[in-house]
């Protein structure tokens, strides 16, 4: 099945500051998603980007397909952005397949 | 539209006893999926549905898990004779038949003692 990588595992940012979060997948996909797990467990879709560029406020999310990956943008980083960032895919099958996530700390 | 709910929030449970959970999916959704997530790990595929069609099961569901979804709406996962290993957040999710827009439920963390 499709294999999901995301890169940094870890990130610790100050407030303010921009990052770049990378997920590369195996195989192509159909679906795209990339999910923020706060604190208390919640996740939170951010995107649906199986391909092109999306953006949301201070997010933005990138996806060649044909290279097979994306990246999610978060710029001026807020103390609230802090958590997990999962990016997940499916390709033929229908389910999401999560990668391992990448933790983001953005101290004040 | 309430979002997808899942009950109860929280279950501690003795080992060997048997435990459901339920997930009412968004309305208008015909997909609902479970997942599991353990600590620092991704959510991990269980099982999913379409309408009241069990259309894929993980190899992670045991012959100790069943999932239901009767009538096409909510859903139960039960996990009988519970492990420690079994530990973890059990995970809902629903979309509509697109596979677009995964809406997560809250997640009952199961603890097994």
């Known amino acids: 099945g499709i294999q999901v990588e995301q890169s940094p595992p870890d990130l610790i940012l100050q407030e303010g500051a921009n990052s770049t979060l990378r997920c590369n997948f195996s195989?192509?996909?159909?679906?795209l998603q990339w999910f923020h797990q706060n604190p208390w467990g919640q996740l939170i879709n951010l995107f649906y980007?199986?391909?092109g560029t999306k953006q949301n406020g201070r997010l933005s999310a990138t996806t060649v397909a044909t290279e097979r990956y994306s990246l999610l943008y978060i710029s001026s980083s807020q103390t609230t952005d802090s958590g997990v960032y999962f990016c997940?895919?499916?390709?033929?099958?229908?389910?999401?397949?999560f990668g391992q996530g990448t933790r983001l700390t953005i101290n004040p | 539209d309430t979002g997808v709910s899942q009950n109860p929030r929280h279950k501690i449970t003795k080992r060997g006893q048997n435990v459901t959970f339920r997930c009412d999916p968004i309305s208008e959704h015909n997909r609902l999926y479970w997942y599991r997530q353990t600590l620092g790990q991704g959510p991990e595929f269980l099982t999913y549905?379409?309408?009241?069609?069990?259309?894929?099961k993980s190899r992670l569901l045991s012959d100790r898990f069943s999932a239901e979804r009767p009538k096409g709406s909510f859903s139960t996962l039960e996990i009988q004779r519970t492990e420690q290993g079994d530990s973890a957040m059990y995970l809902c999710a629903s979309s509509a038949s697109s596979g677009y827009g995964y809406t997560f439920g809250s997640g009952t963390r199961l603890t097994v003692v």
């Open positions: 195989d192509s996909v159909n679906n």
């Open positions: 980007i199986p391909s």
């Open positions: 997940a895919a499916a390709g033929g099958a229908q389910k999401l397949v």
């Open positions: 549905f379409q309408n009241e069609a069990q259309l894929e």
